[in-house]
């Protein structure tokens, strides 16, 4: 099963301020990794799939890159929605799993 | 409108049984693979199981196989999984979800709460 680990569990910022959180994998996913964002009492919501291509309707100042085992997920200035838990994932290898989340909370 | 709707949840007692159902509507349903993802209480996501656009394909996370059966129903637009042998540690809220790239679904439910206590 392939782990995936982000970094850091938790950030505080404030509206405006751009922000990057990481996905690392135990092993190679390709390009397979997607980025979902929850918050709470809500399903997730797909952000980003296969590391860089946005889901239908997500804003142009949400972004994600990396290939292999590294990925970044890039929110160029933070809305107050955006103030959420972000979780990695990857259809590389099943069984699909999910990374451990990072809160994103405003400052 | 896209929308998957889930029911069926409920407090059920350790090695009881409960079957899911998710309701699908607003999209090409039989089109797609679609799957149960859950998560317990305060905790992160684990995709339960997943089955192709006409059911022939099926797999299961280890911790539910032989336990949990994913089937589909096209005909009805409707998603099932029985739950059986059910344990404390399935207790969750269930998602159904589904979309058109396989593994990085677009469309998801609201949920069905599942409890499993004696």
């Known amino acids: 099963e392939i782990v995936l680990t982000q970094s850091p569990a938790t950030l505080s910022l404030s509206p405006g301020e751009g922000v990057t959180l990481s996905c690392r994998a135990s092993?190679?996913?390709?390009?397979?990794l997607g980025w979902y964002q929850q918050k709470p009492g809500q399903a997730p919501r797909l952000l980003i799939y296969?590391?860089?291509k946005r889901a239908t309707g997500i804003p142009a100042r949400i972004s994600g890159s990396g290939s292999g085992t590294d990925f970044t997920l890039t929110i160029g200035s933070l809305e107050p929605e955006d103030f959420a838990l972000y979780y990695c994932?990857?259809?590389?290898?099943?069984?699909?799993?999910f990374g451990q989340g990072t809160k994103l909370e405003i400052k | 409108e896209v929308q998957l709707v889930e029911s069926g949840g409920g407090l059920v007692q350790p090695g009881g049984s409960l079957r899911l159902s998710c309701a699908g509507s607003?999209?090409?349903?039989?089109?797609?693979?679609i799957q149960w993802v859950r998560q317990a209480p305060g905790k992160g996501l684990m995709w339960v199981s997943r089955?192709?656009?006409?059911?022939?394909?099926?797999n299961y996370a280890d911790s539910v196989k032989g336990r949990f059966t994913i089937s589909r129903d096209n005909a009805r637009n409707t998603l099932y999984m029985q739950m059986n042998s059910l344990r404390a540690e399935d207790t969750a809220v269930y998602y159904c979800?589904?979309?058109?790239?396989?593994?990085?679904?677009?469309?998801w439910g609201q949920g069905t709460q599942v409890s499993v206590s004696s």
């Open positions: 089955t192709n656009n006409d059911g022939s394909s099926t």
């Open positions: 296969d590391a860089s």
């Open positions: 092993q190679s996913v390709s390009s397979y």
């Open positions: 994932q990857q259809r590389s290898n099943w069984p699909y799993t």
């Open positions: 607003g999209f090409s349903f039989s089109s797609y693979w």
């Open positions: 979800a589904s979309g058109p790239v396989v593994g990085a679904p677009e469309y």
